[in-house]
């Protein structure tokens, strides 16, 4: 995964206080991929749902689903957050 560290140059903020990198387009791309995994996780859940051979196992196999889900999703969150921190630092 590409980092935010990846953006940065090394260069002086210009005269305005903006970043000369700017970040947009690693945001969008982390917003896309988490949009991407949780669209899956959706179909995943209603595939379960919807599947009667999981029988009792359902509500454990939605648990595990859950879980893999918010495992994907915790890097790109983090980037993120890091990101939009970066963002508003350069922005006061």
């Known amino acids: 995964m590409t980092t935010a560290l990846a953006y940065e140059t090394g260069r002086p903020e210009t005269s305005n206080g903006r970043d000369p990198q700017s970040v947009a387009p ?31 196992l359902k509500a ?21 957050a890091v990101l939009e921190n970066r963002k508003h630092r350069v922005a006061a």
């Open 26 to 56: 690693l945001l969008s791309y982390l917003q896309s991929t988490l949009a991407n995994i949780d669209d899956q996780y959706w179909r995943e859940r209603e595939d379960v749902i919807n599947d009667p051979r999981h029988g009792g």
């Open 60 to 80: 454990h196999i939605l648990r595990k689903l859950e879980q893999k889900h918010q495992e994907r999703r915790l890097p790109y969150v983090q980037e993120l």
